[in-house]
């Protein structure tokens, strides 16, 4: 009988990744996505991306398979009316009414499109990858063919802190009928055996959250690009200067608790705040940056890329990550390696992140978060030690060539145990 063990460990393998939202601009799927894949290219695997809108920023390399949809959540057009012709489309039926109806159902329907694009196609593919999707289509797909997620943290933390942000009865029933689709991924990630998650804390929260046993995940922490987020050090640090990576109205994020403390700092100091992301007008955010008189101290830059998201590090005094919660938390690892000086909550992950590199707070505690950032922008000496432990840090763990390693042996034990040896 031959010897093909050696044979199945070494040869490249041809790679699915599912991603159903994948914006590159924001949000870590889309940044998952396009440095994985990169990653697993460079290793020598073939790797193909079958994604939602928008599309993911890709190298030429990487082929994607754009799912058409109606695309509700478009920023250039949101919520848009479809035409008869487009909603004579059953799918695109279920899209429009389930948007219309405050929910979002984008995975499940992403689910169901790419297992109508894959199941003629599995043939191509050693292993399918989703991306945080868990549909009941990846499901379907996983019945033919060896499968591995990834979640990066359990949804229902998101829809619990987004409940308990508001004492309105109609918001509350807004955000229940919003993350609806979680007991969806809760019953699709039970029947997935091989599965990917972040941090340690995301793999504890996820295992109680969807009762499932923590035997079946692998941890592997995402990277950093060096190529990306750098130091840039013939850029001045401009004194007072706060950066916060932020989606401004999800409350999982904490912004208000840094706005407030930005407000008690203004009393004394020349601070200013740069917000990487949008403001909705007609957002919380904005209604709290009024209440405080803080318009004239804050920037927000919309969408940036790597390039110009790095000299914003380069300019800032210290880095905030204010969030609540976080399975992993890319904006503390980012800030880090531009050698920013970090301040971070304890909130989900980010003390595996973090370690012992920066300040870390309580998510929520607003006079902490002053205390600290007083403690950085009133100490140069301080600051600086912080910046450069923060970036070695993340050079010696935060690495994509070796999460790509790890990722690629949960797929090659996802191969194995389907038999196709």
């Known amino acids: 009988m031959p010897n093909i063990l050696p044979d199945f460990f070494d040869r490249p393998l041809t790679i699915c990744l599912l991603s159903y939202r994948s914006n590159p601009h924001s949000g870590g799927q889309g940044v998952y996505i396009r440095n994985l ?54 799918l695109n039926l279920l899209e429009w009414l389930g948007v219309s109806t405050m929910g979002f159902p984008e995975p499940f329907l992403f689910g169901l499109r790419a297992c109508r694009f894959l199941m003629p196609r599995l043939h191509r593919y050693d292993v399918v990858h989703d991306n945080q999707c868990l549909s009941y289509g990846v499901w379907a797909i996983g019945q033919k063919a060896p499968i591995v997620a990834t979640i990066h943290h359990p949804m229902s933390v998101d829809r619990d802190i987004a409940v308990r942000s508001t004492t ?19 019953r699709v990630a ?67 608790f840094l706005l407030r403390a930005v407000s008690e700092l203004a009393v004394s100091r020349a601070v200013r705040l740069v917000v990487v992301g949008e403001l909705n007008q007609n957002g919380t955010v ?26 914003e590090y380069a300019r800032a005094s210290v880095a905030v990550v204010p969030s609540v919660y976080e399975g992993f938390g890319l904006p503390a690892a980012e800030a880090m390696a531009c050698g920013v000086p970090v301040i971070s909550t304890t909130g989900g992950a980010l003390p595996e992140v973090v370690g012992d590199a920066g300040i870390l707070v309580p998510p929520g505690n607003t006079p902490a978060l002053v205390k600290a950032l007083a403690s950085v922008l009133d100490n140069p000496d301080t600051a600086g030690a912080l910046g450069a432990a923060g970036c070695r840090r993340v050079r010696r763990l935060f690495n994509w060539q070796r999460a790509a390693q790890k990722t690629a042996a949960v797929y090659r034990e996802a191969i194995r145990d389907n038999g196709r040896l």
């Open 190 to 256: 039970r029947t997935l055996s091989h599965l990917i998650t972040v941090s340690n804390r995301a793999r504890t929260d996820i295992s109680r959250g969807f009762d499932i046993p923590a035997a079946c995940f692998t941890v592997v922490p995402n990277g950093v690009r060096s190529e990306d987020f750098h130091p840039l050090p013939e850029v001045i640090r401009e004194k007072g200067r706060i950066i916060v990576t932020n989606s401004s109205d999800i409350p999982l994020k904490g912004l208000p």
């Open 168 to 186: 309105s009865g109609w918001r509350k029933l807004k955000h229940w009928r919003w993350f609806s689709f979680i007991g969806m991924q809760k």
């Open 286 to 311: 904005a209604r709290l940056i009024a209440d405080l008189d803080l318009g004239s101290r804050i920037t927000f830059t919309g969408r940036i890329d790597p390039p110009v998201f790095v000299r």
């Open 37 to 90: 894949s990169r990653a697993l290219t460079d290793l020598g695997h073939r790797v193909e991306v079958v994604s939602g809108p928008p599309e993911p920023r890709l190298d030429a390399d990487i082929p994607v398979h754009r799912l058409p949809s109606l695309d509700l959540f478009d920023p250039a057009n949101p919520f848009r009316t479809p035409s008869l012709k487009e909603l004579r489309h059953p």
